[in-house]
């Protein structure tokens, strides 16, 4: 029947109607002014059909679109309070696919980006207030070219940008300075009066001036001084790496800085570039809403580890299994590929580097995490317990006999330093699920809890027999599960339909390693065998067997189903394959 629910101040809040315990058709809901807010449709207790948002004061359109099956669907589209147009762009299954637009309430355009899946792929722009071009790029997948501005619409690049060490921010900033106007200053944990003084000698070898070299200054707002009656308003790029640690030492670093650029650095032709490491003080010092310098960057790129594919561009001459094993210990970051010897095994970098007491490899996670986090061992032993398999809350719990609850704040921190990432079967809502697993994103991480930390012991008296024998016993196991991870990423481009959504499926008695959710009621299921053996047709039917444990449309859904192997595949399995157009065979990637 009939819902109604008031505000306290007897005003209507939303009116509907159910049926069988279920919403349907129209809902309304009200400002406490009593003016309409919000307006939608249900069908069968999920939004279906059109969607609309009003403002408070003046009764104007905020926003509209559509839902489909709960889900957010064809073109969306926002607006100021005046009635200018705000942003528009397009979903499918509830995720951004197509162009997206941005304005500024006057009518500019603020940037016109291009989405696949809820990620930026293709075409990008991003204007400045004047209505010039700031930067461009044109992504795929992750990868691709990107060209900065200056205001003045001459070719050059500003920004704040971060990610974690060893991902190739410096070597990055380096080449692109070359052979430009610049200087770089690398920040550290020397107090803030040698920082000064470094900072000082530094800039006078830059500009060759002795004299400055002399003196004697104590603030940061003289040295900025001096740079500017350097510069003369000429492009120049200024660099600062490690920026938090300045933030460290003097707490009130941010708000000088800010200062700094609003009354000096603004309105010169200086492009500056802050570079920060620690993720934690990414947000606090330079992105968050309360930060000095928020609202003050004009971009920011967040550097992704190297993916997969341009391995073969590090290590020559090595087969798909040979780059896939090196993948698993090293999981794109440069500094450790680097590290690495290239022209051997993965198995002889972890004998003769990951396990070297003198390679920086051995002991690098404590450095990773000891200025991000207080209580170092407690993180340790939770990421030791999900890389040996307690991926459950409950099961880590259980593990470390310590109750959940005291356990909540250490593993949102680790999901807030992008350390974890949290998993639920693909048809599950993940904010709603209990079925929620925890998993370590980077592989030479889950390569060192698994095989460093627990055995250490051993290491460091250089007692190598016993764990050099579990590796090799266990490698091609651990192997695996990246190399699931690996076919599951490859499924966006060898799905025979185009996908929305791509995850994981599982409930108590079984697992389903790849399943993708297309439109039209597609659905493709996939699976993993990373072992010496041909995938024959028994694992075909054990698939299709598991799949029909999958509850997604099930009365109306188009099937297909995806093979990865690490040796091939059976005469037979290959034959029906030829025949049945939506079984699709990949061996390794």
Not at 187 to 194: I, P, S, V
Not at 328 to 345: A, N, V
Not at 445 to 462: A, D, N, R, T
Request: aromatic fraction near 16%; proline fraction near 1%.
């Amino acid at each position: 029947g009939n819902y109604t629910e008031y505000y306290a101040n007897g005003n209507q809040y939303t009116t509907g109607r159910y049926t069988n315990g279920k919403k349907e058709g129209e809902w309304l809901v009200y400002y406490e002014n009593g003016k309409l807010w919000k307006r939608y449709q249900y069908a069968n207790d999920e939004l279906n059909g059109r969607y609309y948002s009003y403002y408070g004061k003046t009764g104007s359109q905020e926003t509209v679109g559509e839902y489909q099956n709960g889900k957010m669907t064809g073109t969306w589209m926002e607006y100021y309070e005046n009635g200018s147009k705000k942003s528009q762009g397009t979903y499918a299954g509830g995720y951004k696919n197509g162009l997206f637009t941005e304005w500024k309430a006057n009518g500019t355009k603020v940037s016109e980006i291009n989405y696949q899946n809820d990620q930026v792929n293709g075409l990008m722009k991003v204007y400045y207030e004047n209505g010039n071009l700031f930067y461009e790029a044109n992504l795929n997948n992750g990868a691709g070219t990107l060209k900065g501005y200056y205001t003045n619409g001459a070719v050059g690049f500003t920004g704040n940008l971060n990610g974690r060490r060893r991902v190739g921010k410096t070597t990055l900033i380096k080449e692109f300075i070359k052979n430009k106007k610049a200087f770089y200053f690398f920040a550290d944990k020397q107090n803030e009066n040698l920082q000064i003084e470094r900072f000082k000698n530094q800039i006078s070898e830059h500009f060759k001036d002795e004299f400055l070299k002399k003196i004697e200054i104590k603030d940061w707002d003289t040295l900025f001084d001096y740079l500017l009656t350097k510069t003369q308003n000429e492009k120049f790029v200024l660099v600062i790496d490690e920026f938090q640690y300045l933030c460290m030492i003097n707490k009130d670093f941010s708000s000088i800085f800010q200062r700094i650029y609003d009354e000096k650095l603004k309105d010169k032709n200086i492009m500056i570039i802050l570079c920060v490491s620690l993720i934690s003080m990414i947000y606090s010092k330079t992105l968050a809403y309360e930060s000095p310098l928020y609202g003050r960057r004009t971009a920011q790129i967040k550097l992704q580890p190297i993916k997969f594919k341009y391995y073969n561009e590090f290590f020559k001459n090595k087969s798909i299994q040979d780059l896939i094993e090196l993948y698993s210990i090293t999981g794109g970051i440069p500094k450790y590929i680097l590290s690495l010897d290239r022209d051997k095994s993965a198995l002889y970098n972890i004998e003769n580097n990951i396990f070297d007491k003198n390679n920086y490899l051995y002991s690098e996670p404590k450095f990773l995490l000891q200025e991000e986090v207080n209580d170092l061992s407690r993180y340790f032993s939770i990421l030791n317990a999900i890389s040996i398999g307690h991926t459950k809350m409950s099961a880590i719990s259980s593990y470390l006999q310590i109750n959940a609850g005291g356990l909540s704040p250490y593993i949102s921190k680790l999901i807030d330093l992008d350390i974890l990432e949290k998993e639920a079967p693909i048809t599950e809502n993940i904010e709603n699920t209990k079925k929620v697993l925890y998993k370590i994103k980077d592989n030479y991480l889950k390569f060192w809890f698994s095989y460093v930390y627990p055995y250490q012991s051993y290491l460091e008296i250089e007692n190598l027999t016993y764990i050099k024998n579990k590796i090799e016993n266990e490698f091609d196991l651990y192997v695996s599960k990246i190399y699931e991870d690996l076919a599951r990423g490859s499924i966006w481009e060898n799905s025979p339909f185009s996908l929305l959504k791509v995850g994981r499926w599982w409930d108590k008695e079984i697992e389903i390693d790849i399943v993708g959710l297309g439109e039209n009621n597609k659905i493709v299921f996939g699976e993993c065998k990373y072992s010496k053996k041909l995938i024959g047709l028994n694992i075909l039917k054990e698939l299709k067997d598991k799949s029909k444990k999958v509850i997604w449309n099930n009365d109306k859904r188009e099937e297909y189903y995806i093979l990865f192997s690490k040796s091939g595949f059976s005469e037979d399995l290959i034959e029906l394959a030829k025949k049945e157009s939506n079984i699709v065979l990949k061996k390794l990637m």
